[in-house]
């Protein structure tokens, strides 16, 4: 699996299920959403911007890859009782790619904070992308594979930034819609 | 990571949080449950049954590995008004190694189907064990991973044994307890 695949068979419009544990407090939480990943051009002012933003702080050299953005639209803590809350979003993703297996992706929202990201991603050998993010008091760690053409599966691991405590992990099973 | 060193750090008494998503029906199951992994004797009754009932059916030389009995207690789909269920069982698995990444597990209850199962193991390159396993209606697909020395993580994906149909998949988050 190389970045390049990922990427193409990720996009399209998914239909998620997530479950999040809360391991401190022994909750779960549950999150059905719409997941949109598209190619963006590359030339997008927020391309640009998010782009810059990189250079400023990076000496090492990657080769730049397609830019995609992730758009997604939740339906949260859907309990018959509770008003649902909708939340939504999107977030742009340069991927810049070091050797076959291992690269970056700079993101303009981290999944974990609301900033601008970058994650350090490899390849396992079965194809997993697993991606690693410092984040300022945490750091996540997310992984990512294709249990078939159509079902993508995502979990992620919540660190604390000082120590090894694990704040929360999340799972989440992503069907493609084929009639886009 | 080997099977041995594999074995040994899920040895004890675990929390489980896990998620279960039906993708046919977008529904989601919550289970909280305490898992206990211990080593067994290779000359106990349960062992040698096993193992015979592998024998007949095998040609493949494989080293036989330090047998081990995982117990389970769950309270399942606990909505404050359900009467909550509780299930528990236990199951005697016998790792047999091939080479230092791969092997089978032999295992006296199936994941999936509540039957004798042989799952084929393997270490990805992140230390990962992915199991897999033909059952009669099923093929499952387990991988689990440790987070930290006291947090593991499980994933699984359940398919129709025909096709490459989806029809679960599920996640749980593990914490040892210490105090054992």
Same mark, same amino acid.
């Given at each position: ?89 999107? +977030?742009?993703?340069?991927? /810049? *790619?070091?050797?076959?297996? @291992? &690269?970056? #992706?700079?993101? %303009? ?43 993508? +599966?995502?979990?992620?691991? /919540? *660190?604390?930034?000082?120590? @090894? &405590?694990? #704040?929360?992990? %999340? ?10």
């Amino acid at each position: 699996m190389t970045i390049e695949q990922f990427i193409a068979q990720s996009e399209g419009s998914w239909r998620s299920m997530r479950s999040g544990h809360s391991l401190a407090f022994q909750q779960f939480e549950e999150v059905l959403s719409e997941i949109t990943i598209e190619k963006i051009d590359k030339n997008e002012e927020g391309v640009i911007e998010l782009y810059q933003n990189y250079k400023k702080n990076e000496v090492e050299v990657h080769i730049f890859i397609q830019p995609f953005k992730m758009s997604w639209s939740a339906e949260s803590d859907w309990e018959p009782d509770d008003p649902s809350e909708v939340s939504s979003g999107n +977030c742009i993703i340069i991927p /810049l *790619k070091r050797d076959d297996e @291992s &690269g970056l #992706l700079i993101r %303009s929202i981290g999944y974990a904070e609301s900033q601008i990201a970058q994650s350090n991603y490899q390849f396992t050998s079965d194809g997993t992308l697993v991606l690693k993010t410092h984040y300022e008091q945490s750091i996540a760690e997310e992984r990512i594979w294709f249990a078939s053409e159509n079902v993508r +599966c995502r979990s992620s691991i /919540l *660190k604390t930034s000082e120590g @090894s &405590g694990i #704040l929360q992990t %999340s799972f989440a099973s992503e069907v493609k819609r084929i009639s886009l």
